[in-house]
Each structure stands twice: as structure tokens, then as C-alpha cells.
């Protein structure tokens, strides 16, 4: 047939419709010729990267090659030219967790978060056992397999690999799930910046919305810098409490990931319900045209903006942005945002 075709080691896939677009990938979907079988092709611009962004690409290949989970999409094959890399991926038919909790106002009931949060704890152990911290959790990055029943884990951009007890120093991420510790510039346990970001998403899972969102950013790094938030009544006493263990301020105080799979309000679910056969009934709704986003390739412009954080310890990185200095203490910190 006619259209645009790819070849690969693996075969010849047809590309079809766009499914999102970033600064510099655009995410098609495409089928594979022989096999049939549908796949996402993320389309990376070389020419338009610059270092920073070639170097979280760089990372998102290695650390994705290194990561083969159930609830991990799957990077199937690379293929690099001249001035393109297509990067062959595992194709999420059910959407995101973002779109998922706003389509459930007031949070989802408790046995689903459940079993949803269980599958997204599992990546996350998976890959800090293999030295990889992603670094950017957020429901957006979380991804919806209904003939699997399974959600999994997506956008490792901010990935990076990390030696147990040594300190990360880069910031990244996005201000609502971020932790103190990364707005506050100083080095960071790695694995403790995605328990953070765990906690968040579980509040956004049972309450509907995030724990610290404010009308401007300003306000909202201040409430994360003071861990401040509210959950509403509705939320029973054994959530409350495992979402308490992982938004701790100081990172030494979070609970570890074996602590969170023992803990009490994730017990009784039995693998058969992590990973169900048959599609769940949310299902109806999420194939509109529109749903298939195999997690946007820069995520969601403008609404969620993407930072990065310099402390002003002498060296001072000007960028073609708008920054804000917050004071907090004695430190000041650079929020640059990407318009």
C-alpha cells in the first residue's frame, strides 16, 4: 500500500497518524507489515537537539534498553540515521493516568488506586534495583495497556543511573511532583526523589487532584518546600497513611519501596488482579480517536511547564526563558520556565 514506510532490522512498519508532538519528536503510530502488530514511533529531530537535550535522549535510550518489565513500556528497536532516530515502542491503546484521575472527579475508589498504584510501585522497585532512577513520576508518565490490564511506566527523559549512597545534583522534573530537595538545589538521594513523586501520584489517585497546586508557581514551591497539604475525609486512615510515609520533607524519613509493598492498605491483592485478562470497564470510553498518546513526547505544554533549577552558587546559566527568583531561607533559587 501507499503511505510512508520505515525499515528496520525488524521489518517494514507503515507509519500512520501523529499521535503527539514535542519541541523536537513527533510520536506516530505505525504497523508493523508482516506481524500487523501496531507500535508508537517516536521521531526524533537531530539537527534541533541541543546538548542538554541529546544527553536526556542519550540517557532515556540507554536506561529504556536496560528496562524490561511488565509495567515498563517496552522499547522494541532504534533505529538511527543521519539527521532522525526512531525509537520503536510498545503502543499504550488506553491513554494516560493524567487524562484517567480527570475523568474521575473527586479520585478513583481505593481498590483500584490500589491495584493501578501496585503495578507503578513494581516499575519503580524493578528499575531502582537496576540502578535507574527516572526521576520525572507523574500520572502523565504513566500509561494504559486495557488488553493487558496492566498500567506501565513511560518517558524515561530524565532518567539517569545512580550508585546506592552516592548523590544526584541535576534538577528536573515538574514543580508538582518534585521534591523539596530538588527545589532547594542541594545533591539528592536518588531513589528518595521518586518515592516522593510516588506519594503525589497516589494522592492525585484517591483525591482527584495534587496534593500541592496553587495558583502560581511560587506558592506551590513554597508549599512543597513545607510539605503542607490537605486529604480530604473521603480518604480512608490506611492510605492517609501510606501517602504520609512517602511526602515526608526530609528524604531519610521516606519509607523505602520494600516498606510501601508491605505496607498494610496495599495487601490482598493477588497477582491474578495486577495483571486481569480482561479489559476493565473504563474501558469504554478510552479509545476515543483522540486517547492513544504514547505519553506526548515533551509531556503537556503549557500546562504542566517543564523547569530547571539553578542554584546560584557562582556559575549562572542564562537561557532563553522566563525566571523567577524565589528566597527561601537564605538560598535563592532560579525557577526557569519553558514557555
Same mark, same amino acid.
Given at each position: 500500500?501507499?503511505?510512508?514506510?520505515?525499515?528496520?532490522?525488524?521489518?517494514?512498519?507503515?507509519?500512520?497518524?501523529?499521535?503527539?508532538?514535542?519541541?523536537?519528536?513527533?510520536?506516530?503510530?505505525?504497523?508493523?507489515?508482516?506481524?500487523?502488530?501496531?507500535?508508537?514511533?517516536?521521531?526524533?529531530?537531530?539537527?534541533?537537539?541541543?546538548?542538554?537535550?541529546?544527553?536526556?535522549?542519550?540517557?532515556?535510550?540507554?536506561?529504556?534498553?536496560?528496562?524490561?518489565?511488565?509495567?515498563?513500556?517496552?522499547?522494541?528497536?532504534?533505529?538511527?540515521?543521519?539527521?532522525?532516530?526512531?525509537?520503536?515502542?510498545?503502543?499504550?491503546?488506553?491513554?494516560?493516568?493524567?487524562?484517567?484521575?480527570?475523568?474521575?472527579?473527586?479520585?478513583?475508589?481505593?481498590?483500584?488506586?490500589?491495584?493501578?498504584?501496585?503495578?507503578?510501585?513494581?516499575?519503580?522497585?524493578?528499575?531502582?534495583?537496576?540502578?535507574?532512577?527516572?526521576?520525572?513520576?507523574?500520572?502523565?508518565?504513566?500509561?494504559?495497556?486495557?488488553?493487558?490490564?496492566?498500567?506501565?511506566?513511560?518517558?524515561?527523559?530524565?532518567?539517569?543511573?545512580?550508585?546506592?549512597?552516592?548523590?544526584?545534583?541535576?534538577?528536573?522534573?515538574?514543580?508538582?511532583?518534585?521534591?523539596?530537595?530538588?527545589?532547594?538545589?542541594?545533591?539528592?538521594?536518588?531513589?528518595?526523589?521518586?518515592?516522593?513523586?510516588?506519594?503525589?501520584?497516589?494522592?492525585?489517585?484517591? @483525591? +482527584? !487532584? =495534587?496534593?500541592?497546586?496553587?495558583?502560581?508557581? $511560587?506558592?506551590?514551591?513554597?508549599?512543597? &518546600?513545607?510539605?503542607? *497539604?490537605?486529604?480530604?475525609?473521603?480518604?480512608?486512615?490506611?492510605?492517609?497513611?501510606?501517602?504520609?510515609?512517602?511526602?515526608?520533607?526530609?528524604?531519610?524519613?521516606?519509607?523505602?519501596?520494600?516498606?510501601?509493598?508491605?505496607?498494610?492498605?496495599?495487601?490482598?491483592?493477588?497477582?491474578?488482579?495486577?495483571?486481569?485478562?480482561?479489559?476493565?470497564?473504563?474501558?469504554?470510553?478510552?479509545?476515543?480517536?483522540?486517547?492513544?498518546? @504514547? +505519553? !506526548? =513526547?515533551?509531556?503537556?505544554?503549557?500546562?504542566? $511547564?517543564?523547569?530547571?533549577?539553578?542554584? &546560584?552558587?557562582?556559575? *549562572?546559566?542564562?537561557?532563553?526563558?522566563?525566571?523567577?527568583?524565589?528566597?527561601?531561607?537564605?538560598?535563592?533559587?532560579?525557577?526557569?520556565?519553558?514557555?
Amino acid at each position: 500500500g501507499g503511505g510512508v514506510k520505515l525499515h528496520s532490522q525488524g521489518g517494514l512498519y507503515h507509519l500512520g497518524r501523529t499521535l503527539g508532538r514535542g519541541h523536537f519528536a513527533v510520536v506516530k503510530l505505525a504497523r508493523h507489515v508482516s506481524t500487523r502488530q501496531l507500535v508508537a514511533v517516536k521521531m526524533i529531530d537531530k539537527t534541533k537537539l541541543d546538548v542538554m537535550a541529546a544527553s536526556h535522549l542519550l540517557q532515556e535510550v540507554r536506561c529504556m534498553r536496560l528496562v524490561q518489565h511488565p509495567n515498563v513500556v517496552r522499547l522494541y528497536e532504534v533505529i538511527d540515521t543521519p539527521t532522525t532516530l526512531y525509537l520503536i515502542m510498545e503502543l499504550a491503546e488506553g491513554g494516560d493516568l493524567y487524562d484517567y484521575i480527570l475523568r474521575h472527579e473527586g479520585g478513583v475508589a481505593e481498590g483500584t488506586a490500589k491495584r493501578h498504584f501496585a503495578q507503578i510501585v513494581r516499575a519503580v522497585a524493578y528499575c531502582h534495583q537496576l540502578h535507574v532512577v527516572h526521576r520525572d513520576l507523574k500520572p502523565e508518565n504513566v500509561v494504559f495497556f486495557p488488553q493487558q490490564g496492566a498500567v506501565k511506566l513511560t518517558d524515561f527523559g530524565f532518567s539517569n543511573l545512580f550508585q546506592p549512597g552516592t548523590m544526584l545534583a541535576t534538577s528536573c522534573g515538574s514543580l508538582a511532583y518534585s521534591a523539596p530537595e530538588i527545589l532547594l538545589g542541594e545533591e539528592y538521594d536518588a531513589p528518595a526523589v521518586d518515592i516522593w513523586s510516588l506519594g503525589v501520584i497516589l494522592y492525585m489517585l484517591v @483525591c +482527584g !487532584a =495534587p496534593p500541592f497546586q496553587e495558583t502560581n508557581d $511560587s506558592e506551590t514551591l513554597v508549599m512543597i &518546600l513545607d510539605c503542607r *497539604y490537605r486529604v480530604p475525609e473521603h480518604v480512608s486512615g490506611g492510605c492517609r497513611d501510606l501517602i504520609s510515609r512517602m511526602l515526608q520533607k526530609d528524604p531519610s524519613h521516606r519509607a523505602s519501596l520494600q516498606e510501601i509493598e508491605a505496607h498494610d492498605w496495599l495487601q490482598g491483592l493477588d497477582d491474578a488482579l495486577l495483571s486481569p485478562e480482561a479489559p476493565p470497564h473504563w474501558l469504554s470510553g478510552a479509545l476515543s480517536p483522540s486517547s492513544p498518546r @504514547c +505519553g !506526548a =513526547p515533551d509531556g503537556r505544554q503549557g500546562e504542566m $511547564s517543564l523547569f530547571f533549577l539553578f542554584c &546560584l552558587k557562582g556559575a *549562572y546559566t542564562t537561557m532563553k526563558m522566563g525566571f523567577t527568583l524565589y528566597m527561601h531561607g537564605l538560598r535563592v533559587i532560579v525557577v526557569l520556565t519553558v514557555k
